[in-house]
């Protein structure tokens, strides 16, 4: 039988049968990062684990894993003790692994039916598609699954919970003995999660072995019947959830020394800037309202989906609200695009550096001068000499390290793109700053210098907004926390309340 | 690699190195190389009068050629600029026949090219569709309108004064058009290379999502870009309407896509983001030797633009080609 390894002694409560599925050791780098480091995980008939973890500590890299869309570095796979390999999605799907991700990727011009059973339809004569089968096999799953939808009509037809219905039935329509589950009730209203409830309990009761991911502490105490919990793509702590409580998988979540990476900063808030009051949209978020000061840096925590990035692109101009009203020191001001909220003193930091930060593709001192030109030309006319000096101001008080200012954006790291970005708008002398991610992606290195760098733009008046999903960067950094859930802010935490604990419990609303 | 002064360079390569090692320059040496051809198969081809004669080849689409060059820099493009030609001379024809002088048949010229572009720049920017689908639509749309006014007629009798646009000679064999092709040419270098709204078309054509996040109005230059080729379409439409001096529906037809392939040839990348006037000049000169040197041998129209279309692929392949085969 299957040699036992070091780590996986099975937790407490886990005595029934041998696992299924099993990671042992594994390890997966990326580029600058490392993901995963020897993790293990085990998966056991008719049990449901729930893996739980911060935004970025490992989990969908885990998933992609087990599902053979990513390779590991190290470590084994092994599928009832023995080793196994999922070379490609197939691969695993033929072992019996399948996985309801995330974002499920659908076909909307196709039916129902060829939407389940896409790459995988029974076939009929000459190798051709048995039509009639795939609609009746189609329609036992979606019964088992006590969905009634008609597996003739088009995807499109269908509303967002019957997609995801479809989605389930897509999953269990390869003969399944494992089944991921990847924050399957994010989409759902309340009635739909029940019913997905009594899914799982029926895939329980038929043997199935399940990962359960979700960040809603109810959600898991009602189904799991174990937990895993991984940090910065480490394993912290598994074992049987009677075990726990949830003050306790908070606190393997999180629990790490937050104070001492992060400058030191005595914040002296003044006069209000940017005040924001019922902000609105009609399916992003709603009645966002908060006022912020100079040399106030204010976090907003929440996790993937809250609502944060887009209601930062909307104050930016990008998206329209559809309520809400902004001021600008007192004065009530229209933003219809971002060249409007640049006139207005607002600049963003956004997230996604390659497409919406930085145009790669030029050079360094032609990103950061590009929203400055119209200030540093003559009638509209270009002055290179003084385009060399703006952005050689801007890029030495960041500390950029280029081979020239003519480099493209593209050929530096990420870290020194982020500095080409954030030197674009001090360029252009804002009121207000704001950071999404700020760093995301960013060696550690950078990383510090960015955060030495935000604390300095405070101290010198600069209103700084920076939205993160790393709980120890909220922390370290903030004045002042706005907690986003679902759309709408739950919180806002100040001196004492800001602990670790408190932000994972209004952003997962518990 | 430590240096203790750590202050960055302006650049690393100056710009006439730049500039020697880019595409311009090989095109150039091409335009040289059929220069030196044409001399030698023809012994009419060093006439100061049909070199002067030959730059008609080029100078009517060459000016089109200019404003597409920043349209397609900046990730659009045009297809209904011959249309437009046919439009605004069909309109200039009505307005002769209404006794319009040559001031007034200007304007209708110039009228006509800048609503047709509005009308493409308006359908682009405001309602997002996808300049190729649109120009193709307008394209038919333009000069089917041409045709219904014409049928098989002509428009005729454009006064004296009028037809000097097209067959005016400013200085010995220097004719009118090829000093506005020069004035121009030089007016669209200083647009895209000398000021901020060229930076924003280049911007524009490698990122549009990130020139928006970087403040740049996007649909707005991009909407003036439109409003530009239409208005070149109208100069053209003056200017080929005056030396052949009379309309008639066909006029111009498949020049939209000699333009473009001008524009390419002068090395603008059709995915947007690069190119430069220079290069699109170098192009307009190579193509009009080209269909020049071919007349004056007396090959046929369509060897002609199977020549052309063989040029466009051989100059546009070569440099892939050379790469391809010195890495392996």
């Known amino acids: 039988m299957l040699k036992q390894t070091d780590r996986p002694v099975p937790p407490s409560g886990l005595t029934d049968g041998p696992a299924v599925l099993a990671l042992d050791g594994i390890t997966k780098t990326f580029p600058g990062v490392k993901a995963l480091s020897d993790v293990s995980l085990a998966l056991y008939p008719g049990k449901v684990t729930a893996l739980v973890g911060e935004n970025g500590a490992g989990k969908s890299t885990v998933v992609k894993i087990l599902t053979g869309i990513y390779q590991p570095d190290g470590g084994a796979i092994l599928m009832d003790g023995q080793r196994a390999a999922f070379p490609a999605p197939q691969a695993a799907a033929r072992s019996g692994v399948t996985a309801i991700h995330q974002e499920t990727v659908l076909f909307d011009e196709l039916s129902v039916a060829e939407n389940i059973f896409l790459g995988h339809a029974p076939r009929g004569a000459f190798g051709l598609i048995d039509r009639k089968a795939m609609v009746a096999q189609a329609r036992g799953i979606l019964d088992g699954i006590g969905a009634q939808i008609d597996p003739d009509h088009k995807l499109k037809d269908l509303g967002i919970a019957n997609k995801h219905l479809v989605a389930i039935a897509r999953a269990l329509s390869i003969d399944a003995r494992v089944v991921i589950m990847d924050e399957p009730t994010a989409a759902l209203s309340h009635k739909e999660i029940e019913e997905l409830y009594e899914l799982v309990e029926s895939l329980k009761a038929q043997g199935k072995a399940i990962l359960f991911i979700s960040h809603k502490f109810d959600e898991i105490f009602r189904i799991a019947d174990n937990y895993t919990v991984f940090r910065d793509g480490q394993l912290i702590g598994d074992g049987s959830i009677g075990d726990v409580t949830e003050a306790d998988l908070v606190k393997m979540m999180v629990g790490r020394d937050v104070s001492q990476i992060f400058p030191k900063r005595t914040s002296r808030p003044g006069a209000p800037v940017l005040t924001v009051t019922g902000y609105a949209h009609p399916t992003e978020f709603e009645d966002i309202g908060f006022t912020l000061r100079t040399g106030e840096i204010l976090g907003f925590y929440g996790l993937v989906g809250a609502g944060r990035s887009e209601f930062m692109q909307s104050l930016f101009g990008i998206t329209r609200p559809s309520a809400g009203s902004v001021e600008i020191d007192g004065v009530a001001v229209h933003i219809a695009s971002p060249a409007d909220a640049v006139e207005n003193g607002i600049v963003y930091v956004p997230e996604d550096r390659g497409r919406q930060g930085a145009i790669l593709d030029l050079p360094i001192f032609q990103n950061v001068t590009l929203p400055s030109l119209g200030r540093i030309s003559g009638r509209g006319f270009m002055r290179l000499a003084e385009e060399f000096k703006l952005a050689r101001e801007y890029t030495e008080r960041l500390d950029l390290r280029a081979a020239s200012l003519d480099t493209h954006v593209g050929n530096l790291s990420g870290g020194n793109q982020q500095k080409v970005v954030i030197a674009k708008w001090l360029a252009t002398q804002p009121k207000v700053i704001i950071l999404d991610e700020p760093t995301k992606g960013v060696d550690i290195g950078s990383k510090a210098a960015v955060h030495a760098f935000m604390a300095e733009l405070a101290a010198q008046g600069l209103a700084v907004v920076m939205v993160s999903s790393e709980i120890p960067e909220v922390l370290g950094m903030s004045d002042r926390v706005i907690v986003m859930r679902e759309g709408r802010i739950v919180a806002e935490l100040a001196g004492p309340e800001m602990t670790p604990e408190t932000l994972v419990r209004h952003a997962a609303g518990i | ?328």
């Open chain 2, 1 to 328: 690699m430590s240096t203790t002064d750590r202050a960055i360079p302006d650049r690393l390569r100056s710009p006439l190195e730049q500039r020697l090692k880019s595409w311009e320059t090989l095109l150039l040496a091409v335009a040289v190389a059929i220069f030196v051809a044409n001399s030698f198969a023809s012994p009419y081809f060093l006439n100061a009068w049909n070199l002067s004669d030959a730059t008609f080849n080029f100078t009517e689409k060459a000016m089109i050629a200019f404003a597409m060059a920043l349209l397609i820099i900046s990730g659009e493009i045009d297809l209904s600029v011959a249309s437009i030609i046919a439009l605004a001379s069909t309109a200039m024809g009505a307005a002769v026949q209404m006794g319009v002088g040559t001031p007034g048949l200007v304007l209708v010229g110039l009228g006509v090219g800048l609503l047709c572009g509005a009308f493409n720049g308006v359908l682009v920017t405001r309602f997002g569709l996808p300049s190729i689908v649109v120009t193709i639509g307008t394209m038919s749309l333009f000069r089917g309108i041409s045709f219904i006014v014409l049928g098989d007629q002509a428009f005729r009798g454009y006064p004296a004064s009028f037809s000097w646009f097209g067959q005016g000679y400013v200085w010995w064999v220097i004719s009118f058009e090829f000093v506005l092709f020069g004035v121009i040419a030089v007016i669209y270098g200083i647009l895209l290379h000398k000021t901020n709204f060229g930076r924003a078309v280049y911007a524009i054509g490698n990122n549009p999502t990130g020139a928006m996040f970087s403040g740049i109005r996007v649909q707005r230059i991009k909407f003036i870009l439109f409003l530009l080729t239409g208005l070149m379409s109208g100069v053209a439409a003056i200017c080929l309407t005056a030396r052949l001096g009379s309309t008639r529906p066909s006029i111009a037809t498949g020049w939209e896509l000699e333009v473009v392939t001008m524009v390419v040839l002068g090395g603008v990348s059709i995915l947007g983001g690069s190119g430069t006037i220079v290069g699109v000049v170098i192009a307009a000169f190579v193509m009009g030797l080209v269909t020049f040197g071919l007349g004056l041998l007396n090959v046929p129209g369509i060897v002609m633009s199977i020549v052309v279309g063989a040029l466009l692929i051989g100059v546009i392949a070569l440099p892939r080609l050379w790469t391809m085969w010195r890495t392996g």
